[in-house]
């Protein structure tokens, strides 16, 4: 599954790379076909020099506006980019049970048979249970990481253990698709591929385009024949001066489109704040012990299972 979502966020970010790099390519291209041109200097000057000018402004608006950057392995990594609790499926699962009890209450009140809400019911709380397993899990890995960064062996050691008992319980329940039976498993992983292909495939359509349209205007530019040129609308100034603003809105296009995509997601420019506020550099290590991380982050164990070694007991 990991493949699966590297090649589709591969496909996705080189699409956008490409898309706003041949927007830049046709700015360069128009701007260098002008100059070729049999214009006055003062002229050729004016051309590009506001051309970059306008450009360049507008790289750096975008960038203030909208920052690049963060964590790139939320971009290209996206399983060990951003956290990956699955807190908000379990809020909609804790909604849906409220609209259960709802129908619950009302049912007994009525004297109505109630065996398939309360299924329904029991299903949602599997389901939460399962997520709940998986935020362990998720949360754990972080920790174990930092112990090791730390060089804590030992606690690293047991966030190991821990892992262990929470990953052979979500085997046990059957409920993830790499838990799956061989079969089954290779169906589900044809279908989630093909269905990747599909945003992938749009996603290409543009840059793909652009491409292909410039590859025509390097034929135009380049063919010779017997007394004909072609491109000769490139080789026309009036038809340039309307051309070089129209790659210059291109290209802005382009850069807008690249820093959006790129940008840093909301929740970690949050965190990056609150770091800074705390006086720590943003995304690095602002001083919070794995203890203090553990105490925000880390679900009480379940019943029978030590915590580990530091933790701080259970509230």
């Not at 000018?53 to 507008?58: G, L, P, Q």
């Not at 990747?196 to 749009?202: N, R, V």
């Not at 290590?285 to 915590?307: K, R, Y």
């Amino acid at each position: 599954m990991n493949l699966m979502l590297f090649l589709f966020g591969f496909l996705c970010n080189l699409a956008v790379i490409v898309g706003g790099l041949v927007g830049v390519a046709w700015l360069a291209g128009s701007l260098v076909l002008y100059a070729l041109l049999d214009r006055p200097l003062w002229e050729v000057v004016i051309v590009i020099g506001a051309s970059i000018f306008v450009f360049t402004r507008f790289c750096v608006w975008v960038v203030r506006r909208r920052p690049v950057g963060g964590n790139w392995r939320y971009h290209w990594l996206p399983w060990e980019g951003g956290g990956g609790e699955s807190n908000e499926e379990i809020r909609d699962l804790e909604g849906l049970i409220d609209e259960i009890e709802e129908e619950l209450s009302e049912a007994r009140r009525e004297d109505v048979e109630t065996l398939e809400l309360e299924e329904i019911k029991l299903d949602y709380l599997r389901q939460i249970e399962g997520h709940q397993l998986e935020n362990k899990v998720v949360v754990l890995r972080r920790l174990r990481k930092k112990a090791k960064k730390a060089d804590r062996k030992d606690e690293a050691e047991e966030y190991s253990k821990r892992i262990e008992k929470h990953e052979a319980k979500l085997k046990k329940r059957g409920d993830r698709l790499q838990d799956l039976p061989l079969f089954p498993k290779l169906i589900a992983y044809a279908m989630i591929g093909s269905i990747m292909l599909i945003p992938a495939f749009l996603a290409w359509m543009i840059p793909g385009a652009l491409l292909v349209q410039t590859l025509e205007f390097w034929n135009q530019w380049t063919v010779r024949f017997p007394g004909v040129r072609g491109g000769e609308w490139m080789r026309s100034p009036d038809m340039m001066i309307v051309v070089v603003p129209g790659c210059l809105a291109l290209a802005c296009v382009g850069v807008w489109v690249v820093s959006w995509h790129f940008s840093q997601p909301a929740s970690e420019t949050k965190k990056k704040s609150a770091g800074k506020k705390r006086g720590g550099k943003p995304g690095k290590d602002t001083g919070d012990s794995i203890e203090e991380a553990q105490a925000v982050s880390l679900p009480p164990p379940p019943p029978g299972e030590e915590p580990p070694s530091g933790a701080p007991p259970p509230e």
